[in-house]
């Protein structure tokens, strides 16, 4: 059949209908009236979409003079600040930020101000400590309420840096003034039931030496040496302000060659090569290790019997004492060679104060 064109100016105006029957017929239906058409299209019912973010309360920013001073937009978070406004001074609306470019305006917003109500009074209820903050108003009266209110304890404040009001100890009516107190003293209880100055002794460390130092003597007597002892070194341990008692420890290795048995000890001694006993390391007899090196450990010793504080082996207080460590033959008479070595050696001397 012959056709032929033709060209209608018109005007397509569709509607999207809910029609889920075209999924069936596949087919919709256009109208032309008066060079218009309206054609109902029938389109598909897309699926629900997801749930949109939890409102936020509005938050109320302040008044500003001018719009001018309203907050730019893209200057807020819409993480964080959606759902604040701001009013104008002397009008009623209110200028809401809800995410968009440009804040958005709500006339009347805040509404006219009402007639003022009755006046109440407040006055103070009960104060108590709570794990948490809480408030509750209790009625009293008419228009008349108290306040009650939980406080949770805040964190401990710093130290002050502001200082007390001074005062002095020795003023103190339970304080004996009968000594003069010096540098270092403690505040003691006294015979006489008052507090008054004391002087606690207490040790004031270890002195020490070692094997590598010049003074300290590698020993070797040579053949048929028949000596009573050789020194190996001395320590002087300066003054204390208190009469006290060396604890001494130490380790030096012998080594003796004789043909008979011989034992050397290792010993410590206060003031002289021959003063009181102070530490002894044991050696064994000389048939057992002969011309081998063995080590003599010095432990505090004794050669008197005494109770504490007292004996020889005290040193005065405002005394310097100084130590001597020798090597000191046993039981024979017999010639030997005698030798120590530095190797490993060493001294340790604690002053022990002695209680008055």
Do not use: C, H
Not at 131 to 141: K, Q
Not at 209 to 238: C, H, R, Y
Not at 245 to 272: K, Q, T, W
């Amino acid at each position: 059949m012959t056709g032929f064109n033709f060209t209608l100016p018109m005007t397509l105006k569709l509607r999207l209908k809910d029609q889920w029957d075209i999924r069936t017929t596949g087919r919709g239906v256009a109208e032309i009236e008066a060079g218009e058409m309206d054609v109902d299209v029938l389109a598909y019912k897309g699926d629900q979409g997801d749930p949109g973010r939890d409102g936020v309360p509005p938050r109320f920013m302040g008044d500003v003079a001018t719009t001018g001073d309203l907050p730019d937009p893209n200057d807020l978070d819409p993480d964080y600040d959606l759902g604040q406004w701001w009013g104008i001074t002397g009008t009623n609306d209110a200028w809401f930020y809800n995410g968009t470019p440009t804040l958005e305006r709500r006339q009347n917003y805040i509404g006219a101000q009402g007639v003022a109500g009755p006046a109440i009074t407040l006055t103070k209820g009960t104060i108590t400590q709570g794990t948490d903050w809480n408030f509750s108003l209790e009625e009293v009266g008419s228009n008349a309420y108290k306040l009650n209110i939980v406080a949770k304890p805040g964190p401990a404040g710093a130290d002050s840096t502001v200082p007390g009001p001074t005062a002095t100890i020795e003023t103190a009516s339970d304080f004996d003034d009968t000594t003069e107190p010096k540098t270092g003293d403690v505040l003691v209880k006294l015979a006489n039931g008052k507090w008054g100055p004391g002087t606690v002794a207490m040790s004031p460390g270890v002195y020490k030496k070692v094997g590598s130092e010049t003074s300290w003597l590698a020993i070797d007597t040579g053949n048929n040496w028949s000596g009573d002892f050789q020194t190996i070194t001395t320590l002087t341990i300066p003054a204390q302000p208190w009469a006290y008692e060396p604890d001494v420890y130490g380790l030096v290795e012998f080594s003796v060659a004789a043909i008979n048995n011989v034992r050397m000890d290792l010993e410590a001694r206060l003031g002289a090569v021959s003063g009181p006993l102070l530490g002894r390391g044991a050696g064994d007899a000389v048939g057992i290790f002969e011309s081998e090196w063995t080590a003599r450990t010095l432990v505090p010793a004794a050669d008197e019997t005494a109770p504490a504080g007292a004996g020889s082996t005290i040193v005065p207080a405002g005394t310097a004492a100084t130590i001597y460590l020798i090597g000191r033959r046993v039981d024979s008479l017999a010639q030997i060679r005698f030798q120590t070595r530095k190797e490993r050696a060493f001294l340790r001397v604690r002053p022990m104060p002695v209680i008055a």
